[in-house]
């Protein structure tokens, strides 16, 4: 791990334990605990989109399992949130594992479409299965408690995700500069280079697909838990664009450019609410500011302006 990457992991450390006593109140932490589980899934899409190179437009409906998982199994079953979170993450694994191989044989604008049809498939399952999951209405979601400690208050749910952005970003770090990391930057150099020098595309392929879907997954029920109810919105088309958007914007093949996209991003909603009838508009004109003015993400661009590696 390099020196700058030290410093940068300090420097998010100490950023991540002043916002909670910095927020003026609830409204502000509640935003920043939503910027916390945005970024984690941003990080896992960027993981696979940015390092591997494999386009994803369907990466909501891996956060809508998750959190389903959360609300129908406590609800329905009487299981505890823990190991529904578990199960949830272990089923969404398996599906990505069963159509990783498939799906990532296509290339292009043809992965493209196959991901955005698999999210489309799994929203649709959401929305129709109404016994289970509350149909187009949506389903309430049980509390968390941890070792039998209730979970409810802003400020809980904000060390919690803020420890979790952490470890991630720690592991997604030392998982980059790792062999497997390495493999993956080769692939989206080039695939057939890569398969030349003996390296087993479709397993690494696979395995950062599972990887991806795991962790969206598990931020899924993290905000099924945190906001107490979900409906089929958290797994459409419009999800899956929000999070591919954060990546661009923050800078695709960059951790923190992760963070940055998503923190930006959960915001700017918020600090456009005072637009009455414009926001959608002005939210638009941004993001083409941005990629105009900046078609690497704001950190790669603002690195390789300032002569630094991400």
């Known amino acids: 791990m390099r020196k700058n990457t030290y410093r940068e992991l300090l420097l998010l450390a100490a950023i991540l334990v002043i916002v909670p006593f910095a927020a003026p109140n609830s409204f502000y932490l509640d935003i920043a605990v939503m910027m916390c589980i945005n970024a984690v899934i941003v990080l896992s899409l960027n993981l696979l989109v940015g390092f591997a190179g494999q386009i994803s437009l369907g990466h909501a409906g891996f956060v809508g ?50 991901t ?90 696979s395995g950062i697909f599972v990887l991806s879907a795991i962790m969206a997954s598990l931020m899924g029920s993290i905000t099924a838990h945190y906001v107490g109810f979900i409906s089929p919105d958290v797994a459409d088309f419009f999800h899956s664009i929000e999070i591919i958007t954060m990546v661009v914007v923050g800078g695709m093949a960059s951790i923190f ?7 930006l991003l959960t915001a700017l909603p918020q600090v456009l609410a005072g637009f009455e009838g414009w926001e959608t508009v002005t939210f638009g004109a941004i993001l083409m500011l941005f990629m105009i003015f900046l078609p690497r993400g704001i950190v790669p661009t603002l690195a390789a302006r300032y002569g630094r590696k991400d």
């Open 257 to 263: 450019g992760s963070i940055v996209g998503a923190v």
């Open 65 to 114: 399992i998750g959190a389903y998982a959360s609300a129908v199994l406590p609800t329905q079953l009487g299981w505890h949130p823990l190991p529904a979170m578990l199960t949830g993450a272990v089923v969404t694994g398996l599906l990505a594992l069963l159509v990783a191989r498939p799906i990532l044989r296509l290339k292009g604008h043809y992965l493209a479409m196959a």
């Open 116 to 205: 955005l049809g698999l999210g489309i498939i799994i929203n649709i399952a959401i929305r129709n299965e109404s016994t289970w999951t509350g149909g187009p209405d949506g389903i309430s979601v049980p509390g968390m408690d941890i070792f039998g400690i209730d979970i409810s208050s802003e400020t809980q749910w904000y060390w919690i995700c803020a420890t979790l952005l952490f470890l991630c970003v720690l592991g997604a770090i030392n998982l980059i500069d790792s062999p497997f990391g390495r493999a993956l930057r080769g692939l989206h150099g080039s695939e057939i280079a890569s398969q030349v020098v003996g390296i087993n595309v479709t397993r690494y392929k």
